[in-house]
């Protein structure tokens, strides 16, 4: 669904509708107005942000709607969702349960949130490891993942045939290939790739990293250390770089890389984008496309894929702190009927349960299986560790290296500087 920011957050992830049916009681429900619970019990608020899918906000309210021990009113937040949020943790008028992009590193310390272990210990090896890590610190888990969300790339089958190109498996090929491609399809005024309107400032974040066998921060022996201190880095976002300068990148397309339009409408041979687009692109393409992981760079790289997942969590300032779990409890581990739902329903997106995932026929054949096993063998999601000051100082830094070519290595040097910086700060917190 709609937002993974600054390259990841599903909602910083992001849009396009499919469907499966809605049966027992999800559809029995679907003329309720979804404005409160039908339950006995206290009055519970429940805040999602705003997604893109059609029937994604009347989904939630049916599923809110259909829980008998607390009337539960949704809320759908337009706008900053994630500053709201964290605005409203503060006050004794915010949500009781409520979805949220971690949580941050800075609410669980701050005791914004509560533990949430007890609600999910029956299953929690059931969850996808990728996504459910970032929600655990010091052994107790704060949010419960909803669906995961992933990241890959598009390409048209048809356009790397007509240039006699094969699929790109490492990044010296993308480079080549996309470069190739432009030149190719120049007349027609096809660009060979699509990372987004900013060059791919904004969706790329770690993913070349990890693309070159390096993270965002590693674990040696407890001990948390920066993980992209090495020449590696230096050199994968150079390549990145290049594609900017080769003018091989489309820019200012009508609609940003989390909108598969530039791909379906032919201004790009190959897109940056997420599964949930899937469904729309193989409505207008038919069988002429294929999806791929960022391609590995270097001896000890490997393919990429970002994966993130919004979590359910419950406010420590809520009045019904008990029942509030209880209810994210129900919705998020009882009610796997809702959780595929919501997962296939509304674009597409991988149930955050193993079990669920392999339950999922929509999920089993062509792209979308490809998709799921990228995101199995491939996928990463940014450590909890990685707070909002690091991603700032390296996004900052992607961006002066991509568009403004600067130095590679200097930039990066001030990236482990501030990185360095933040773990100290954190330990100390």
């Not at 599903?10 to 999800?26: K, P």
């Not at 805040?47 to 059609?54: A, I, R």
């Not at 190959?270 to 038919?286: D, E, R, V, Y």
């Amino acid at each position: 669904m709609t937002s993974l920011g600054n390259g990841i957050g599903r909602r910083r992830l992001l849009s396009a509708s499919g469907g499966i049916a809605l049966t027992g009681a999800l559809a029995a429900c679907g003329s309720n107005t979804g404005r409160g619970g039908s339950g006995s019990g206290p009055a519970i608020s429940q805040w999602y942000h705003q997604y893109g899918e059609p029937g994604a906000e009347q989904a939630v309210k049916r599923y809110a709607a259909a829980y008998k021990k607390a009337n539960v009113t949704v809320q759908w937040r337009p706008g900053d969702y994630d500053r709201q949020s964290a605005a409203a943790l503060l006050t004794d008028s915010g949500p009781d349960v409520f979805e949220v992009n971690g949580p941050l590193l800075n609410q669980i310390q701050g005791g914004q949130v509560v533990d949430l272990t007890a609600e999910v210990e029956s299953v929690k090896d059931d969850f996808n490891p990728a996504v459910l890590a970032p929600k655990i610190w010091q052994d107790k888990v704060w949010g419960i993942p909803q669906v995961v969300d992933m990241q890959m790339l598009f390409y048209r089958k048809s356009m790397l045939r007509d240039a006699d190109l094969e699929p790109p498996q490492t990044l010296d090929e993308l480079v080549d290939a996309a470069k190739k491609l432009t030149s190719k399809l120049s007349a027609k005024k096809v660009k060979g790739l699509f990372l987004g309107n900013d060059g791919g400032v904004g969706v790329l974040s770690g993913t070349p990293l990890f693309a070159a066998g390096l993270s965002l921060i590693s674990e040696e022996g407890g001990r948390a250390k920066v993980g992209f201190d090495d020449p590696a880095a230096a050199r994968v976002l150079g390549k990145i770089r290049q594609l900017y300068a080769d003018k091989s990148l489309l820019l200012g397309a009508p609609t940003d890389w989390s909108d598969p339009a530039a791909f379906i409408q032919g201004l790009t041979a190959m897109q940056w984008s997420g599964l949930w687009a899937l469904p729309q692109i193989k409505k207008a393409l038919g069988d002429d496309f294929g999806v791929l992981p960022f391609p590995r760079d270097g001896a000890s790289g490997k393919p990429s894929v970002p994966v993130g997942a919004y979590a359910a969590a419950v406010s420590a300032r809520s009045k019904h702190k008990a029942e509030a779990k209880a209810f994210a409890k129900w919705l998020w581990v009882e009610r796997s009927d809702y959780q595929l739902d919501f997962a296939l329903s509304y674009g597409f997106h991988i149930p955050a349960r193993i079990s669920l995932a392999k339950k999922a026929e929509e999920l089993q054949t062509g792209a979308a299986a490809d998709a799921v096993r990228f995101a199995t063998e491939y996928g990463y999601a940014e450590p909890l560790l990685w707070t909002s000051a690091d991603r700032t100082a390296y996004q900052d830094a992607l961006s002066r290296i991509i568009k403004d070519g600067a130095n590679p290595e200097s930039e990066l040097k001030a990236v482990v500087r501030k990185v360095n910086a933040e773990l100290q700060r954190v330990k100390k917190t």
